[in-house]
């Protein structure tokens, strides 16, 4: 089957009832060529809250991380207009069916670069150190500061179709007295797995990226239907972590970071890995950048809830960071079905991503 002609839907190993259809040939439909929206590339913008200068336009940090000239690095902030805050509590309310919970927790927002328009592809290895330190350092203060709070998830939004409301690079955190439901979902199955084979689901698909190779031939022709190549979906390789192309990606170019090591716990993750871990954020972005151009993207990382059961799913749980360029607009069939539609093989996304040439 050639590569414009694969229409099949991939059901996601980590949550299976998560399903994307790899439909190659909807590429191939009309549609008016759009231009690739405009990065905003200044590094100053004299009314923008987040840069130098303009601490003012922000309400009063709550740390900062030096810069080696002695200025910030980066800056975390409330955010203004939070989802979710601690500055009232209302009790749980039922009504027959209408359920509600308190919306109490915290959203700030980590101003990652003094840059107005950084990218992370083009911050230093050391800037990126930085700001994964930060925040594992925030969610530790968070999930201490309150034990109603179950999740912390840290997140960034890049560029307009993204949702991000203001263009000088940032990410934000959000601690939450509820678990989400993806992660619910994949903290639920990963368990299931692991208590029927006994290892993490997310270390075996790290395994059969790495070294798992497969022909599969027509019954009657005896031709190769398909083609599974040792490391056709590994993206990047460092000494800690690994980045992967989902074999069911949501999106085109959906990329995943884990650590080749078992860790379900973000907040554990040694000093010494993190150089490794922003190598490696920094050339997967490197070459997205160079592949689609200007992507806007959502980043998350996904790590082990807390809560009175954390502690159980210590073996089946792989902390992971994703990252999900935004190169469509969903579509009907999409909201309406719950089920992703991928119009570029994972198998051809990742080749492109590979073969990208970068310096160092």
Not at 16 to 22: A, D, M, N, R, Y
Not at 124 to 129: A, D, K, V
Not at 216 to 232: F, L, M, P, T
Request: with cysteine; aromatic share 10%; glycine share 6%.
């Amino acid at each position: 089957m050639s590569e414009q002609e694969i229409r099949e839907i991939r059901l996601n190993p980590i949550v299976p009832t998560e399903s994307v259809l790899v439909a190659t040939a909807r590429s191939m439909r009309p549609k008016k060529a759009e231009d690739l929206a405009p990065r905003d590339t200044r590094k100053h913008v004299e009314t923008c809250p987040f840069c130098r200068g303009n601490e003012d336009k922000t309400p009063p940090e709550i740390f900062r991380v030096e810069a080696e000239d002695g200025n910030w690095a980066l800056r975390l902030v409330p955010n203004l207009y939070p989802v979710l805050g601690d500055d009232r509590e209302n009790a749980n309310f039922t009504f027959g069916l209408q359920q509600t919970i308190d919306g109490y927790g915290r959203h700030e927002v980590f101003v990652d670069h003094p840059d107005h328009g950084a990218a992370v592809q083009e911050m230093s290895e050391t800037h990126i150190e930085k700001m994964f330190r930060a925040y594992r350092r925030r969610m530790g203060e968070l999930y201490e500061s309150d034990p109603r709070l179950k999740y912390v998830l840290v997140f960034k939004n890049f560029g307009p179709a993204a949702g991000a409301s203001i263009p000088h690079t940032h990410s934000q955190i959000i601690a939450m007295p509820v678990v989400p439901v993806n992660v619910e979902a994949e903290v639920r199955n990963s368990a299931e797995y692991y208590h029927k084979h006994h290892r993490c689901i997310f270390c075996a698909l790290v395994d059969e990226a790495l070294t798992f190779e497969a022909t599969i031939y027509d019954r009657a022709s005896g031709e190769i239907r398909r083609k599974v190549d040792v490391g056709q979906y590994v993206i990047e390789r460092g000494e800690h972590f690994i980045a992967i192309k989902p074999f069911a990606s949501r999106f085109e170019w959906e990329v995943h970071i884990l650590p080749l090591v078992h860790s379900a716990e973000f907040l554990d993750t040694p000093d010494d890995w993190l150089p490794d871990l922003a190598r490696i954020m920094r050339r997967t972005m490197s070459r997205l950048d160079a592949v689609i151009g200007g992507a806007q993207y959502n980043f998350f990382l996904h790590s082990v809830p807390h809560g009175e059961d954390a502690g159980t799913h210590a073996a089946s749980y792989h902390w992971h960071l994703e990252i999900c360029p935004r190169t469509s607009i969903p579509t009907g069939f999409e909201l309406g079905s719950g089920l992703f539609v991928n119009t570029i093989s994972p198998e051809i996304a990742a080749r492109k991503l590979r073969e990208v040439v970068l310096e160092g």
